[in-house]
T-cell receptor, first 113, second 107 residues
Framework: DTEVTQTPKHLVMGMTNKKSLKCEQHMGHRAMYWYKQKAKKPPELMFV???????INESVPSRFSPECPNSSLLNLHLHALQPEDSALYLCASSQQSGANVLTFGAGSRLTVL | GIQVEQSPPDLILQEGANSTLRCNFS?????LQWFHQNPWGQLINLFYIPSGTKQNGRLSATTVATERYSLLYISSSQTTDSGVYFCAVEDGQNFVFGPGTRLSVLP
């Protein structure tokens, strides 16, 4: 299995809603990432989990809350988002040793109304 | 942190043409990857190439680490090659992406 699976593919939410994005990989990778991508821009790092511990938080607002329940799962909890948070949210994983190759999921396209 | 630049920003080709995309980076790196993002947003890893040359079908890549650049060659381009090509370098635990080259291949 060489895939990173993200759900849902599309999400529309109001500013008062609470929702979650989910990411799963079964490649035995020990690092997992959340990236945010706005239209016509490159992906920007939000969070890195290394061996299930949060190792990087790129000054992301607290309305985004990551969670890594185990080595295969990564969640992003969303609460009180703003319309400018509308974007493509990409999950990725990597081995974190040797040839550290990033593998991306298909993304979750979020629209905040 | 490391800065990554890519050129050209946009490229329009006729089907069957060849092209070269360039990635410059500001510091030495141990990890450089090329990605293709299709129109639906999926990022596909094309090459892991911190140095040297690799080929995969119509695509090949060369990284000259001492001169801090990498090149991606696309030969006999097809409409399915359209999309955005990113290079990304590892900086600590982060992967820093260049701004991308948007490629349109016309039939």
């Amino acid at each position: 299995d060489t895939e990173v699976t993200q759900t849902p593919k599309h999400l529309v939410m109001g500013m008062t809603n609470k929702k979650s994005l989910k990411c799963e990989q079964h490649m035995g990778h020990r690092a997992m990432y959340w990236y945010k991508q706005k239209a016509k821009k490159p992906p920007e790092l939000m969070f890195v989990y290394s061996y299930e511990k949060l190792s990087i938080n790129e000054s992301v607002p607290s309305r985004f809350s990551p969670e890594c329940p185990n080595s295969s799962l990564l969640n992003l909890h969303l609460h009180a988002l703003q319309p400018e948070d509308s974007a493509l949210y990409l999950c990725a994983s990597s081995q974190q040793s040797g040839a550290n190759v990033l593998t991306f999921g298909a993304g979750s396209r979020l629209t905040v109304l | 942190g490391i800065q990554v630049e890519q050129s050209p920003p946009d490229l329009i080709l006729q089907e069957g043409a060849n092209s070269t995309l360039r990635c410059n980076f500001s510091d030495s790196v141990n990890n450089l990857q090329w990605f293709h993002q299709n129109p639906w947003g999926q990022l596909i890893n094309l090459f892991y190439i911190p140095s040297g040359t690799k080929q995969n079908g119509r695509l090949s890549a060369t990284t000259v680490a001492t001169e801090r650049y990498s090149l991606l060659y696309i030969s006999s381009s097809q409409t399915t090659d359209s999309g955005v090509y990113f290079c990304a370098v590892e900086d600590g635990q982060n992967f820093v992406f260049g701004p991308g080259t948007r490629l349109s291949v016309l039939p």
